[in-house]
């Protein structure tokens, strides 16, 4: 063949600096693309061999293999793929944007399928002047009486292209890095750029330094290979050891048979696994597998909680793993990291529109070839596709979750506490997730026991339908008065659940609860405020309540409207006076626990507001602005204390009194002040002197 020169053909003006400059955002990403392009070009020699249009030789090896050499500041890449013909080169190379794996698939589409073929836009081979001043390409077709082919340019438009001496099926392609590229040449900084985006490429990767000295291993002889290079064959005689025997006399005792070794070139190793784990059947891979996968992928050596397997061909091909880690949330990020792979070629972590937000908590490999990625591959095109992907990785967590629920409940209950923030999250950012986890999501009840919703409703239910000694109750049945004022407000009635924040804060309202058979459930993270929200909002059933919010009838005794009418307007009367307060709210009734002296109710509305107003203020803001929750404080008429204040309210100490027992009440529901702190120490320390005399 004769020398032939032109000029490239470019069907924009000036895209040519433009796709060096500015087509992929990250420099080094030519390693991903001249890589997955010798994936390609040995994935299609191979197919061509299984239709019988070439046949492989016995002995081939699918390998690339990448040669740094930072003395003469080149890069090589070489692949044993089916290299190309001078009439390929022209359309594939010379005409920027035509994609060879394109017209691969359309000329073989009714004979091969296209899952292993990575390129998609012809502009891969491009990313190297990124780095290069100069490329050279040597190729050879596999076609019968092909010609070697030899290729180069120096960054600019031109090119020149002749015969070359290339005498391999395949494709060698140089870089001749320029000055501020020259790392990349750096062995140490190859190995760590093609881990991280090569190692799961279909074909082995191997890594070497130009002119490096050979470096060596020993084996047993029984391990040699038909490919390894013997450089001495070594005879090591057994060993023995003296040692005393039952009858206490010495003797020598073999500790290490006679073995033949073999001085070996040291074996390459690839840097890639080419059947990585989610590309097999789950049948396939035990749990020890999917550990050490995790351990390797993400470097985490806390095991995962538990793991998802995604393998689906249709409507759409996906496949992948997405593990729970566990998390501690005291000192780890909650924010996981999800990679997202293209047939095997990593595009990037936490691409938002592939993975729910609320996953992201999560870890994992996602490999979905039939994604619209743009024209680097380093984002998605805006596709309805995405979403589909998207909402069916959601489902397969909420039928993973849902199904252990059934199936594992056990294994449910212990993993709950570390997957419980993903899953609140998840209810949270997406209703469809809430709406198919609302009954299993569990929650932990004041008895240390785990419960979902639905049973709890049940419990509470069978409770109210029987009597003290456990005997069905049936319903009573009250006519409607139909003179009633039709502007009231209709009953709210949904049922309640109790629930606390802080079991040792509210420890006294845990112990009233007990005693009296009520239950309530631990919410005591920092979402549950938006997370309980949520759930009502979505379910007209029930209402959440904490258990300060207000005194249940099975704490009282049963009083008539008038009853303690007069002892509440004196004990008003002589609080608001203590506590210099005339807006505070006081209620009395007959606790059956006759200990009890004093309680603080806020209303459930009023706190979660100001819990809300927290949460979303910003730092330094005044949470005094918002005003302050509405309380009130309950006082016992059956307690002797409360009694002494209604008969003797005239007494001096009776302020001391009643001031200690707001307090008291305070403290059973959220931490003092400093400054009430210190009158609280100080006011208790007079109360014993006065008990003194």
Known sequence: MSNKKGSLSITSENIFPVIKKWLYSDHDIFYRELISNGCDA???????????????????????????SPEDKTLTFIDNGLGMTSEEVDEYINQIAFSGATDFLEKYKDKADSDQIIGHFGLGFYSAFMVADEVHIDTLSYKEGATPVHWECDGGTEFEMGDGEWNQ????????????????????????????????????????????????????????????KVIEEIHEEAKFEEKENENGEKEQVEVSPA??????????????????????????????????????????????????HLNMDYPFNLKGILYFPKINTEYDSIEGTIKLY????????????????????????????DLPLNVSRSALQNDGFVTKISEYITKKVADKLTGMCKTD???????????????????????????????????????????????????EEE??????????????????????????????????VYYVTDLQQQSQYVNMFKEQGQNAVILDHAIDTSFITQLEQRNENYKFCRIDADVTDTMVEETSEDELKSETETLTDVFRKALN?????????????????????????SRRMQDMMRMYAMGGMDMNMFGSASETLVLN????????????????????????????AKIANAPLSPEAMTEFVARSNKIMMLLTK
Request: with cysteine; hydrophobic share 35%; net charge negative.
């Open 463 to 496: 409770e109210k339908a029987t009597d003290e000694n456990g005997e069905a109750v049936e319903a009573e049945v009250v006519e409607e008065n139909k003179d009633a004022d039709e502007t009231k407000e209709p009953e709210d009635t949904r049922k309640t």
């Open 637 to 664: 008429a059956n307690n002797d204390l409360v009694q002494y204040i209604l008969n003797n309210k005239d007494s001096e100490n009776v302020p001391t009194f009643a001031a200690q027992l707001y307090d008291l």
């Open 169 to 228: 099926v395949g494709t060698k392609i140089t870089l001749f890095l320029n000055e501020d590229c020259l790392e990349f040449a750096n062995e140490y900084r190859a190995r760590e750029v093609i881990t991280k985006y090569c190692s799961f490429m279909p074909t082995e990767i191997y890594l070497s330094k130009k002119d490096a000295p050979e470096e060596y291993e020993t084996i047993d002889a029984a391990d040699k290979r038909d490919t390894d």
């Open 259 to 308: 073995k033949d070794k073999l001085k070996i070139v040291k074996r390459p190793v690839a840097l890639n696994e080419t059947h990585p784990l989610w590309t097999k059947s789950p049948s396939e891979c035990t749990d020890e597998d999917y550990k050490a996968f995790y351990r390797d992928v993400f470097h985490d050596y806390k095991e995962p909680l538990f793991w998802i």
């Open 42 to 68: 040995i994935t299609k020699l191979k197919k061509l061999d299984m239709m019988g249009e070439y046949s492989l030789p016995l002995d081939y090896k699918a390998k690339i293999q990448v040669i740094v």
């Open 409 to 459: 409940k056990e294994s449910y209950e212990k993993y709950w506490d570390d997957i419980a923030p993903f899953i609140k999250f998840g209810c949270l950012k997406d209703t469809k997730f809430c709406d198919k986890m609302n009954d299993y999501i569990l929650f932990k009840d004041i008895n240390d026991k785990y419960t979902t919703l639905p049973e709890l409703l049940v419990k």
């Open 342 to 369: 293209n047939n095997q070629v990593f595009i990037a972590d936490n691409i938002k529109e592939v993975i729910p937000e609320f996953l992201m908590l999560l870890k994992g490999v996602i490999d979905c070839p």
């Open 581 to 605: 307060n005339e807006g505070l709210e006081v209620k009395v009734e007959k606790f059956k626990n006759k200990d009890l002296s004093s309680m603080l109710t806020v209303s459930e509305e």
